[in-house]
Nanobody, 121 residues
Framework: QVRLGESGGGLAQAGGSLRLSCTVPGAFSGYAVGWFRRRPGQEREFVSAINSGGDDTYYADSVKGRFTISREDRKNMVYLQMNNLSPEDTAVYYC???????????????WGQGTQVTVSS
């Protein structure tokens, strides 16, 4: 089973930055990629997404202006640059691939296993 792979999670202080990376297998190079997160005790929620061409992006209101999604297809990578982090950003972050961009998780059939981000105050 082909899976995506997240990396770059870890511990950050409030106001700090982290960059998450998602390795996208070549079979999904023409797919949209989304980032989702599950905060402690909460449902999974949409964070950001980028279309296959890299020219259309979506952001949740809670991260708009702080997070930036980008992709580098020749390296099979999608990135989520997270700036001005707050403790409310503490979550397991997942990347997912699907045939079209959207905010619903069910649009993305292929998922990674997640990476933990912890932000201390």
């Amino acid at each position: 089973q082909v899976r995506l792979g997240e990396s770059g999670g870890g511990l950050a202080q409030a106001g700090g930055s982290l960059r998450l990376s998602c390795t996208v297998p070549g079979a999904f190079s023409g797919y949209a990629v989304g980032w989702f997160r599950r905060r402690p005790g909460q449902e999974r929620e949409f964070v950001s997404a980028i279309n296959s061409g890299g020219d259309d992006t979506y952001y949740a209101d809670s991260v708009k202006g702080r997070f930036t999604i980008s992709r580098e297809d020749r390296k099979n990578m999608v990135y989520l640059q997270m700036n001005n982090l707050s403790p409310e950003d503490t979550a397991v972050y997942y990347c997912a691939a699907g045939p079209r961009i959207g905010v619903r998780g069910d649009l993305y059939p292929y998922w990674g296993q997640g990476t933990q981000v912890t932000v201390s105050s």
